[in-house]
């Protein structure tokens, strides 16, 4: 839904019936923060005039709600995720997230860099899980993960979930992992089952299946959007690794992100102080342990007992920081 909220922002809902708010781009921090905030003061008041209230969790507590989107989208989905065990269902049906996009950069070699900008993302993804964890219960008991959410993902399909294997250049990286994903779904008329082959990657589709017809443009933008890495190239930055947070504390992530990704100053501490994180020289970003002690413990090593997120400020420069278009998405139960 578009066009009803003040600030422009698109309302949908997911599979689950989480509520999903995304803000139109903004051409700064504070004008993406306060449009978000004025169209989730709208919506608030909306959901409380029929005796209800928005849950900021990264993962539904307690209950374990039925799928509510009958679209063949959603269906292929789920059948997909089926084949590995339970943690698609409770992904898509159960968890809520802020996702935070950000200018992807420019095409230098400069702080401002895409190339740059991707690194970043990924080294301080796990911080931002550590910091901002908000979802220790499932079930009604507590799971051993401050983000039981972030353990879901970790648990489903590797090739669309996790980073891309390290490259030098973000878009070879980006482009064979889009390759290798496999093929959840191919979409067809609405009554149809969109169900791919099972263990079809896109580049076996583009190479000629039987009795698949070639793949199109359009079906390469569709498979885009079923890959969920948490940094997502959409010719920005959808950085996706963060809990859904109680009231107005979405607010936090997001000035944090952007401050870390667009101010040089502060980018260049980011960068220094995630050294921890990325031991291997030849891979400047975090391994997947990294992002697990993040999500389980807040930890930045098994041995250090020092919280990803502990004992480092970031400064920010004193003039105009590089400045990126913002846009905001608060996913809520």
Known sequence: MTGALPGGSRLTREPGGQLELSSPPAPSLGACV????????????????????????????????????????????????????????????????????????????????????????????????????????QDGWPTGWLSSRQDVWSRMDAGRTRPPRYHCDPRVAWTRYALDAQVMCIPDD?????????????????????????????????????????????????????????????????????????????????YAATEPLCPDSQRPVPSHDVWLRAAKTARSSPDSGRPCSEGTTFPAEDTKPWQAPTRSRNSTV
């Open 34 to 137: 306060e449009m978000m905030a004025v169209d989730l003061a709208v919506l608030r008041t909306a959901v409380e005039q029929v005796d209800l209230a928005l849950v900021g969790r990264g993962i539904d507590p307690y209950r374990e709600p039925p799928r509510v989107l009958d679209h063949p989208r959603y269906r292929a989905m789920e059948s997909f995720f089926d084949r590995e065990g339970p943690w698609g269902r409770d992904m898509m049906r159960r968890t809520a997230s802020v996702q935070i996009n950000l200018d992807s950069g420019e095409d230098s070699r400069g702080v401002g860099s895409y190339r740059s900008r991707w690194e970043l993302a990924h080294r301080i993804g796990p911080v931002l899980v550590a910091a901002f964890a908000n979802s220790p219960i």
């Open 190 to 270: 609405l009554n149809r089952d969109w169900s791919a082959p099972s263990g079809l990657t896109f580049r076996a589709w583009l190479r000629g299946i039987s009795e698949l017809r070639p793949p199109t443009p359009a079906d390469l933008d569709y498979h885009l959007s079923t890959l969920f890495p948490p940094v997502r190239p959409r010719g920005w930055l959808e950085l996706r690794m963060t809990d859904a947070q109680n009231g107005d504390d979405w607010v936090v992530p997001t000035v944090l992100a952007a401050t870390l990704l667009n101010d040089p100053v502060a980018a260049d501490a980011a």
